[in-house]
């Protein structure tokens, strides 16, 4: 058997070819998490073009409903693993962890967990919830009118830079490496956005 050609082996070549076009270290070391509790206990050492349906299936199969979201990233890992072993040409044949005319005749659909989304705040009750948000003058509630203002996500407002605020052009040009789709979005900002960040401005002591 070639070392190199183990599951292990095209598992960290993948992680390894890919780390610089992930956006963040946590998921490189997500994709290291999963696999070797998952995957290398049964396919690790296995050369990659020996890796069949079954094999898959005994990973699988323990986590399919029990852990529904795991298991979905664990079939997908496995499934970009031996595409890139094909392209490789360390295997050949059908991937045996595709789902969509493969796995779905062996795999229950999974069911996801319920988790409950938060209620919607009715919108006759904006006006009183945005002033109480005026009349709470700690950060945790600026944070919340600014992601209301300026319909951004929190992780957009909590990590913002003031570098990226244009106070008399009235805009916050957002970089696109901040953004989850990865491309830069300008906001348009309000009066009341403009008030918000001119006051927070005035109490800022930092980049931030």
């Not at 005749?105 to 009715?122: E, F, I, S």
Request: proline fraction near 5%.
């Amino acid at each position: 058997m070639n070392l190199e050609n183990t599951f292990r082996a095209c598992a960290v070549d993948y992680i390894e070819a890919h780390r610089a076009g992930w956006k963040s270290a946590k998921h490189a070391q997500q994709w290291v998490n999963t696999l070797t509790t998952y995957a290398f206990p049964f396919i690790g050492e296995k050369p990659v073009d020996e890796v069949e349906t079954d094999d898959i299936l005994k990973i699988l199969n323990p986590i399919w409903t029990a852990k529904p979201e795991t298991a979905a990233r664990v079939r997908n890992r496995l499934e970009l693993v031996l595409d890139a072993a094909k392209a490789h040409r360390l295997r050949t044949g059908e991937n045996s962890a595709r789902w969509r005319g493969h796995l779905d005749k062996l795999l229950p659909r999974r069911r996801l967990a319920d988790r409950g989304n938060h209620p919607a705040l009715p919108w006759e009750q904006l006006p009183a919830f945005m002033a109480d948000l005026e009349n709470s003058r700690d950060f945790s509630s600026t944070a919340v009118k600014l992601t209301v203002l300026c319909a951004l996500r929190t992780s957009e407002v909590i990590g913002g830079y003031w570098e990226e605020i244009d106070l008399d052009e009235e805009i916050w040009i957002i970089p696109a490496a901040r953004m989850k789709a990865g491309r830069q979005h300008r906001v348009p900002l309000s009066k009341a956005a403009l008030h918000t960040l001119r006051c927070l401005k005035a109490e800022s002591k930092s980049g931030l």
